[in-house]
Every structure is written in C-alpha cells, then in structure tokens.
C-alpha cells in the first residue's frame, strides 16, 4: 500500500506526516509524532486508554484511521498543561491521588477535560455516565469522580471571581 501524506493540527502546532492507509490515528501519535502519553489498552475501542480530541469530539484514537485526520485538529494529553503550569484536573489528579499506575490516566484526563468543556457544573451521575468509556484497573473510581467534581467546583469558583 502507498502511504498518505497527512496535513493536521496537533496540540495548536500545524503537523504533517507520513502514513499507511490502515494505520490509526494512535499509532501515529506513537510512533511518529513521539505522543506517547495515549496508550493503546484494547484497540477496540472499549478501554478509553487512548482518548483524545479531534474537531472538539472526544474519540478513541484507535479507531481512528491516520488519513481521517487530514485537516482536522487534534489535543492529547500533552497539550493539556500550558506554558509548564498543569490544568487544574492534572493537579487535582496528583493533589487527591486519583491514580495509581497511571496507564489509563490521559485517557480519563482527556474524557474529563472534555466533560468540562461540554458542562462545567455536572452532577456525579453525570460525570460517571461521561466516564463510563474510560476502563481503570487499579482505582475504585471514586478518586478519579472526586477530582473531576472538585476540579469543576474550583473552576466555576474562578469564572465566577474573574
């Protein structure tokens, strides 16, 4: 097969790339561009290890095919802190120990994150029914709920300040 040259937005930096026609968009993000902080749990879709944001839409990057990726934009995990400072559901992550071997952690962060965006001011079952795409063998779950939730009281705190 004859590989596709790949024109893409990742993290805020225009991106361009080679690619087979079969390869996913996790792959890429592996193994070209060096963005390992996506992780490929099942490669069915079903774990949320992988998760990140394409157009605004949060998807899993192993069900993306490289080629769809073409002129569209993309965040992982690595474009989440700014300028060295962590978003605040990264520090609220660490502050309340919301992880433990931390292989699932930038999906859950990127689902969260998105969560946010969508509704700063979600219930628990709200934010449990968000995160139900997103597998973690080592938690209870309820770190990682207590961080989103806090983190977007302590947002909303700060909009309301502002």
């Known amino acids: ?19 087979e026609p079969h390869t996913s968009l996790l792959n890429v993000l592996r193994d070209k561009l060096d963005l390992t902080g996506s992780k490929e749990g099942c490669g069915s879709g079903d774990c949320g290890a992988c998760s990140v944001m394409l157009d605004g839409e949060l998807v899993c ?14 965040e992982t995990i690595e474009g989440m802190a700014q300028e060295g400072q962590l978003h605040p559901l990264q520090q609220k992550f ?5 992880l433990q071997c931390g292989f699932c952690t930038p999906g859950f962060l990127v689902a969260a994150k998105a969560l946010l965006e969508r509704n700063p ?12 795409g997103n597998l973690c063998r080592c938690t209870g779950y309820d770190k990682i709920i207590r961080a989103v939730m ?11 300040s502002a």
């Open 150 to 160: 806090d983190t977007a009281a302590e947002m909303r705190q700060e909009r309301v």
């Open 121 to 132: 001011d979600p219930t628990e079952e709200e934010t449990r029914y968000w995160l139900a």
């Open 61 to 74: 990057s192993c069900l993306v095919l490289a080629p769809e990726a073409e002129g569209r934009r993309i």
């Open 94 to 98: 660490l502050d309340l120990g919301a």
């Open 1 to 19: 097969m004859s590989t596709v040259h790949i024109h893409t937005t990742v993290n805020g930096d225009p991106v361009d790339f080679l690619s």
